[in-house]
């Protein structure tokens, strides 16, 4: 039984402290711009809701929220998937530690190299650039290429982190819950269905969690590899907002900042209390 | 599936990570533009020492390393307390407290970027390593109380119990006790914290404007008309050995699983 003190409260302060600065001030300040129409920050005027209303009305943001939706539900498609059969396939290897150091690699990498980093790879003078302009490959004028080119990337980027920890849930799933499957006869289906998926379910939880946001806000990487093109296919969410900071329209930016953050937090509360209820 | 089947998946998912990797560090080694007598397509160490040739570059070396390291013992020093109070004690308010530690790490920086410049700026912690290490903790902080309280709850209860029944004080028992026995865990924190604080742009671009720029902003800025890809993909590869030493240091503990309280 876990005792209920209060004065646990003072071993957060120093967390909270920091919170305080960088999160919570900064949000409420945004909050605060949100509501107003600013021409600089010692003028502005109380406009109340009129951003939102412009915002929700406005086709450009539905056609953006679809797109990163559509991004969003792709990654999460390929990489979750991929990431658990690679995980399950390293536990069959004789040393899975040197796997999961090189997929551990593409996340060392500066995010605003990596585009650069696949578009010379893919150019005129790249290893596979000569190959796939011959096969057809024309990533700044056909939209499918281009978010082809940004799946791909983003994949080759995040799927160590999916396999590192779908890796850590299977490697605590003692043997004896193999053997007793292998004396029932368990299909291999019914293995992964009924041991191996609820042991790293926790791990899932997180990697779904932090690949939905990470993917649903894709900025740097998108931005770099054709600025939202080819004719706006892959102008998501963010790539909106950064035109509207660009052009210092901060009331704007600030109104869809807001927005954005109401639709992670309410998919991520949404994702907690489904989990919750599975875990009494 | 088959031994041969396992074999050409694992080659494949290789060659997949290896090729971008590969492709930088082939460029990095040659001459991008004709300069120094040298041909275009030429093998050359001059990138190399072209980064030691500029003095912004080698500061943003400093930089990136002070602001990384400074975030991490920021992280460290205030999650080990907040881990070991989520972990021991249940208190008013402690579920709502760990799901606004989970909103946060889930806000998109760009949500956040235009306040934390002015307010950054109000504070004179603009163009220093020191605010890019205070504003990542944004994200890092929530991690290492999630990684730190995974491994505080696999330690049981009657280790603290003993140590205080030796009167020992509770910060005696954090050096003494508590830190060596969850290595690992600290670790592990600091390796999520570091690659998520070294890899970050949009907070390092809106803070770096005109100085204190890290490897990152550095290596932006080299993008011209007439770009050196050479040199850039040099940088690139310096930017890549720290995360490398990081994995390799941590390689046995890497899939070591933690789990999100909320």
Redesign the interface.
């Known amino acids: 039984m876990t005792p209920h003190s209060n004065r646990a409260w003072l071993l957060l302060l120093p967390a909270i402290a920091i919170m305080g600065l960088v999160a919570v001030i900064p949000l409420l300040t945004v909050l605060n711009y949100s509501f107003h129409d600013i021409f600089t920050l010692e003028s502005r005027y109380w406009i109340g809701l009129e951003w939102y209303g412009e915002i929700i009305t406005s086709q450009r943001f539905w056609a953006s929220l679809a797109r990163s939706a559509l991004f969003s539900a792709v990654v999460l498609t390929i990489q979750v998937p991929l990431g658990i059969a690679v995980a399950l396939l390293l536990r069959s290897t004789r040393h899975p530690t040197l796997y999961l150091m090189a997929l551990a690699l593409p996340l060392v990498v500066p995010w605003n190299m990596i585009p650069g980093m696949w578009l010379t790879l893919v150019g005129p003078q790249g290893l596979v650039g000569p190959s796939l302009i011959a096969a057809g490959f024309d990533y700044k004028f056909t939209a499918l290429h281009t978010w082809a080119l940004i799946v791909t990337m983003d994949t080759w980027h995040w799927l160590g982190l999916v396999v590192i920890l779908s890796y850590a849930g299977l490697s605590a799933i003692p043997r004896p819950y193999y053997q007793a499957a292998e004396i029932d006869g368990a299909s291999r289906a019914a293995i992964f269905r009924h041991i191996e998926l609820p042991k790293i379910a926790g791990a899932l939880a997180i990697v779904l969690l932090l690949r939905f946001v990470d993917s649903f806000m894709i900025y740097t990487e998108a931005f770099r590899i054709n600025a939202g093109g080819p004719q706006g296919a892959t102008t998501f969410l963010s790539l909106d907002l950064g035109e509207d900071i660009n052009a210092y329209s901060y009331g704007s930016a600030a109104a869809r900042a807001m927005t954005y953050f109401l639709i992670v937090i309410t998919v991520v509360w949404a994702f907690v209390q489904v989990t919750r209820r599975r875990t009494p | ?1 088959s031994a041969a089947a ?1 074999t050409l ?2 080659a494949a ?2 060659i ?9 560090v ?2 990095s080694f040659t001459a991008t533009l004709p300069q120094d007598g040298l041909e275009t397509g030429q093998f050359t160490l001059m990138n190399y020492a072209r980064i030691f040739d500029t003095p912004a570059l080698v500061a943003s070396i400093g930089n990136s390393f002070i602001y990384v390291t400074l975030n991490v013992a ?1 992280c460290l ?3 080990l ?2 881990a ?2 989520f972990s ?5 308010g ?1 579920r709502h ?1 760990l ?6 790490r ?3 920086p ?7 410049f ?2 950054f700026a109000n504070l004179g912690l603009v163009n220093t390593p020191v605010g890019i290490a ?2 990542h ?2 994200f890092n ?1 929530p991690i290492a ?1 999630w990684i730190l309280e995974s491994f505080i709850s696999a330690v049981p209860r009657e280790f603290d119990e003993t140590a205080f029944l030796d009167g020992q004080s509770l910060p005696g028992f954090f050096f003494s006790k508590l830190i060596p026995a969850i290595a690992p865990g600290i670790g592990v924190a600091a390796f999520f914290c570091f ?1 998520f604080s ?5 907070f390092a671009r809106i803070l770096t404007g005109t100085g204190g720029k890290p ?2 902003m550095a ?2 800025a080299l993008f011209s008309f007439r770009t050196d ?1 050479g040199l ?2 040099a940088m ?1 590869v310096f ?2 050995l ?3 030493l ?3 240091f941590v ?2 503990h ?7 309280r ?1």
């Open positions: 599936m396992r998946a694992l998912l290789l997949f990570i290896a090729l971008p990797l590969v492709q930088t082939v460029l920021l020093a205030a999650g307390p907040a070991y109070a021991r004690y249940r208190f008013t402690d407290v799901f606004l530690m989970l909103a946060f889930v806000t998109p760009v949500v956040l970027s235009l306040p934390i002015i307010l205070l504003v903790c944004v902080l109380i690659i070294w890899v970050e742009v949009v490897i990152t290596i932006n890809i850039v993909m690139t930017s890549l720290p995360g490398v990081m994995i390799v390689r046995r890497i899939a070591r699983g933690f789990v999100i909320t």
